[in-house]
């Protein structure tokens, strides 16, 4: 399984962005899928996430401005982001787990995980 994360960069605040996963020998469709992101300095923090029956799922400190979505048929998940903040300079990465009935924000339970974007965002 591999996952691959892009579309990181630097972004002005205020700006939209959106992330992809690109999974390899991995399905979304069916599975459960997690954003998770990493400040500098601090712990990885779930954003947002796809549980295997296909639900939404998005932290609360990100609620109104983050949305997930899926492309079976590219076997890519986006993680679209509004309004960027400063904050929200990390290191997003996606997971995904096939051992799920629908969803978990616990981090310690996701086995397949990319190797991480990095976002930048320039006040």
């Known amino acids: 399984v591999q996952l691959v994360e892009s579309g990181g960069g630097l972004v002005q605040t205020g700006e939209s962005l959106t992330l992809s996963c690109t999974a390899s020998?991995?399905?979304?469709?069916?599975?459960?899928m997690i954003w998770v992101r990493q400040a500098p300095g601090k712990q990885r923090e779930a954003v947002a996430g796809i549980g295997s029956d296909g639900s939404s799922h998005v932290a609360t400190s990100m609620k109104g401005r983050v949305t997930t979505s899926s492309d079976n048929a590219k076997n890519t998940a986006y993680l679209h982001i509004e309004h960027v903040k400063p904050e929200d300079t990390a290191v997003y990465y996606c997971?995904?787990?096939?051992?799920?009935?629908?969803?978990?924000?616990?981090?310690?339970?996701?086995?397949?995980w990319g190797q991480g974007t990095q976002v930048t965002v320039s006040s």
């Open positions: 997971a995904g787990e096939t051992v799920m009935l629908g969803f978990s924000g616990f981090l310690g339970v996701w086995t397949y």
């Open positions: 020998e991995f399905a979304f469709d069916g599975n459960a």
